[in-house]
């Protein structure tokens, strides 16, 4: 029996104490929602001092340490302000340093089609010298043209459901060479 009945007090003192510790957070909480409360105060007060808004009711400390926070908080903005200025300047200088490399290399590729085709006007005209030095063809050799239809029978189709006869001798030449080696005898 004298167990039982200290196991009772032991249970008894530990739910006690449960009850103890659960009313002291209800009342830390009381405790503290007043002083969250008085905080928010002070600082809507104070968010009221600095637009300027019941500055009758401030002392001369109270307007001094106003002052102080002021110009503290502007130096702080103003420092802000010229390092985002500066970060977005030096942005600004790589992003213009990467297009004017883009550029200079855009530059170049141009100046080297330039010469591949100056270098291609070139090679056509020492062929065509070579060419009309030779005489096997009585006219210089020009660059390929759009291929010309083929002739097939008597007429040749030239655009749009049109159709010109040509003459025998045409349509045998025709077959056997390319329109643009054979421009010179159809002019």
Not at 47 to 75: I, N, P, T, V, W
């Amino acid at each position: 029996m004298e167990r039982i009945l200290e196991r009772y007090e032991r249970y008894s003192y530990a739910e006690r104490r449960l009850l103890a510790n659960d009313l002291e957070p209800n009342g830390s909480w009381n405790l503290e929602h007043a002083k969250l409360k008085a905080r928010m105060e002070v600082l809507q007060r104070n968010q009221k001092h600095f637009r300027g808004e019941d500055l009758d009711s401030l002392s001369l400390k109270e307007l001094q340490s106003l002052e102080q926070q002021l110009d503290s908080a502007l130096k702080h903005i103003r420092t802000r302000k010229n390092q985002v200025m500066h970060e977005s300047i030096s942005d600004l200088q790589k992003k213009d340093k990467a297009l004017q490399e883009q550029n200079n290399s855009l530059a170049k590729k141009v100046k080297e089609k330039e010469k591949e085709i100056a270098q291609q006007e070139q090679l056509w005209e020492q062929q065509n010298h070579t060419l009309e030095s030779s005489s096997v063809l009585p006219q210089p050799l020009q660059p390929p043209q759009p291929l010309q239809p083929w002739n097939i029978g008597s007429y040749q189709a030239s655009g749009y459901g049109r159709e010109e006869e040509t003459t025998p001798s045409q349509n045998q030449a025709n077959t056997l060479l390319p329109p643009w080696m054979l421009r010179h005898l159809n002019q």
